[in-house]
């Protein structure tokens, strides 16, 4: 079996660039991997996230959560699970933290509701570990340019912005499987960090 390797944080904490900077490391080190994003990553997982980032109708916040359900489902059946069979390293751009943060901590559900439906769309799966890069939303959103204006969930004000830090703060205490990052690191420190981790964790060598 190979490992599932999730990166979470807020809008414009760093993730993608840090998955770019640990592929460009996995290649140089003949490292098997496969990289992901969610909500995305297949065609009908692009089409929800459309619809989750640029609905005009409005979304119920139920009609939310199972969105980026039904989005993991099709990735994790579609595409980790098969990858992971191959023996691969994994790497996704957001899983299912996100929603019990977004959609949990800074929204309106218990995390025992939001679970209960991921492990029915994940079928139980779990990452085998998970990076948070930690920032303040304000820090992040100037690093950024600013918030995007369109996209549902990024355009939310500030204090739900604060929730979601938070909530993945909250996170990191509960579950031992989260590491925390200073995202205000620069990419080479981070980057080096993450391997260290990853080493020491033996999901690489
Ligand atoms: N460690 C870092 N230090 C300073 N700026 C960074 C760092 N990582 C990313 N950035 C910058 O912050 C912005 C958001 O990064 P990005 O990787 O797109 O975040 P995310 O994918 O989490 O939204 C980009 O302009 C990027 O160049
Ligand atoms: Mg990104």
């Known amino acids: 079996m190979g490992k599932l390797v999730t990166i979470e944080g807020g809008e414009g904490a760093g993730k993608t660039t840090l998955i770019e900077n640990l592929k460009k490391y996995f290649v140089e080190n003949n490292i098997d991997f496969v990289a992901t994003r969610e909500p995305g990553g297949s065609k009908v997982c692009e089409n929800i996230r459309n619809i989750l980032k640029y609905s005009d109708e409005k979304i119920s916040e139920r009609a939310e959560i199972l969105l980026f359900s039904a989005s993991r489902a099709q990735l994790v059946d579609e595409f980790i699970k098969p990858k992971l069979a191959e023996g691969k390293i994994v790497v996704c751009d957001r899983f299912f933290d996100s929603t019990r943060v977004y959609q ?29 890069l930690d920032i303040d939303p304000v820090v992040a959103f100037k690093r950024k340019g ?21 909530g993945f703060l909250e996170l990191v205490k509960r579950e031992d499987r989260i590491v ?16 260290s981790k990853l080493k020491q964790e033996k999901i690489i060598e």
């Open 104 to 132: 949990g901590f800074a929204g309106n559900f218990d995390d025992k509701e939001i679970m209960d439906i991921t492990n029915f769309a994940t079928n139980g799966l779990l990452p085998d570990i998970t990076f948070y």
């Open 146 to 166: 600013g918030q995007d204006k369109g996209d549902r969930i990024e355009e939310r004000d500030m204090s739900y912005h604060q929730k979601v830090r938070q």
């Open 180 to 195: 925390k990052l200073d995202a205000t690191l620069s990419e080479e420190e981070l980057l080096c960090l993450v391997v």
